[in-house]
């Protein structure tokens, strides 16, 4: 008797808190999970704080850190998910900013009024009526098509691409000789490192970028030696020059600094024009002799190089065929060999030049790309 008694209490509490959330369910008024949301990111776009990861974004705005795949696909200038740096506008998906309310007209007259309309001066010698000088031709009619997006190569691919060079082109200025924190192996945006400038006078603010030569790049076709992948690593700003050397800070990362990572003198980037004008005609033929990341397979948003230069005259903005040879074969008929035609099979825009070769992003491309595959550039003057 107390075990029946006991199912019917838990029965009827149960029933009563179900009844009780969808009250609360019908009760919330329509949009108020957007409204909450719009609080959030008010303009749909979160800007990356140190120590973020796609990971903790997706688990907080989404729910799910396993969804950070869609917060990477609605960001395209992440080139890569492991490296987001802070101050990174990221478009999280479901978080658009709420529609404006439409301002409601103001309100007619009365029916019942009688509409005047206010008095008019006559028109001058020689004008035209209103009526008539409101007609348009109809040239002026025809909506011109409006010009295509400018295109925009983002800061973080230019600031962190690397480039490929020999020493010579890299001369640097210093290296970082140790961190504040001797126990911080890995150096990162906002530590405090300590660098050895030589004799170079240097007071607070001034920038320095850091780099690293790493391996030599060999031409994947011909065999030559093309020069030495540098990457750039990031920016450090001197702090104080109190002290046995200057003390900066790391204002910028691309990757981690390390002690001996060498100092260059810092520089703008300015994003490549697409479609720029140059005054020259250029017909180039040239190969992808590398990629910034080693990857086996290339394809859209990849950083490659390639091993054509200033010295050849290429400038930031050129755009480049990538092609791919379909290969030979006999002829169905005759029997006799045929070459066929090259395939275009994607498209790339310089954005950084060395002397014999060139960074470079892939803005399209058909299938999987791979180091050695043959470009061409035709540039003429219009």
Not at 34 to 46: F, N, S
Not at 50 to 77: C, H, M
Not at 352 to 367: D, K, M
Request: proline letters at 11%.
């Amino acid at each position: 008797m107390r075990k029946g008694r006991m199912r019917g209490v838990l029965g009827l509490l149960a029933a009563t808190w179900v009844l009780v959330g969808q009250v609360a369910a019908q009760e919330a008024p329509p949009g108020a999970d957007q409204q909450k949301r719009a609080e959030i990111l008010p303009e749909g776009v979160y800007y990356v704080r140190s120590g973020d990861t796609l990971w903790a974004i997706a688990g907080r705005y989404l729910d799910n850190p396993r969804l950070w795949p869609q917060v990477w696909k609605e960001n395209p200038f992440v080139t890569n998910p492991d490296k987001i740096f802070p101050g990174d506008p990221l478009v999280i998906p479901g978080f658009g900013p709420l529609p404006k309310a439409v301002a409601e007209a103001p309100p007619g007259p009365p029916v019942s009024e009688e509409r005047v309309a206010p008095p008019t001066a006559p028109p001058a010698e020689g004008v035209p009526p209103a009526a008539v000088a409101e007609v348009k031709k109809p040239e002026e009619m025809i909506k011109l098509p409006t010009a295509p997006p400018s295109f925009v190569v983002p800061q973080p691919t230019l600031e962190c691409s690397g480039f490929v060079a020999e020493h010579r082109e890299v001369p640097g200025v210093g290296r970082i000789v140790r961190p504040l924190d001797a126990q911080n192996i890995r150096l990162w945006f906002g530590d405090h490192i300590f660098l050895d400038l030589g004799n170079r006078k240097v007071q607070a603010g001034d920038r320095f970028q850091v780099v690293r030569p790493t391996s030599t790049v060999i031409h994947p076709v011909t065999g030559g030696r093309v020069g030495v992948k540098i990457r750039t690593l990031g920016t450090v700003e001197i702090f104080t020059t109190v002290g046995p050397a200057p003390r900066a800070k790391i204002v910028y990362n691309c990757e981690d600094l390390a002690v001996g990572d060498v100092l260059v003198e810092a520089r703008d980037w300015p994003p490549p024009t697409r479609g720029l004008t140059q005054s020259t005609d250029l017909r180039l033929r040239g190969y992808i002799v590398g990629s910034k990341d080693d990857a086996d397979s290339l394809g859209q948003g990849d950083i490659v190089y390639v091993d054509v230069g200033k010295d050849q005259g290429i400038v930031p903005g050129d755009e480049f065929s990538i092609y791919r040879l379909s290969g030979a074969g006999a002829h169905p008929a005759t029997g006799d060999v045929i070459s066929f035609a090259p395939v275009k099979q994607g498209e790339l825009i310089v954005i950084r030049t060395s002397a014999h070769a060139a960074a470079a992003l892939v803005t399209g491309s058909n299938l999987h790309l791979k180091v050695g595959e043959p470009i061409a550039l035709f540039r003429k003057m219009p």
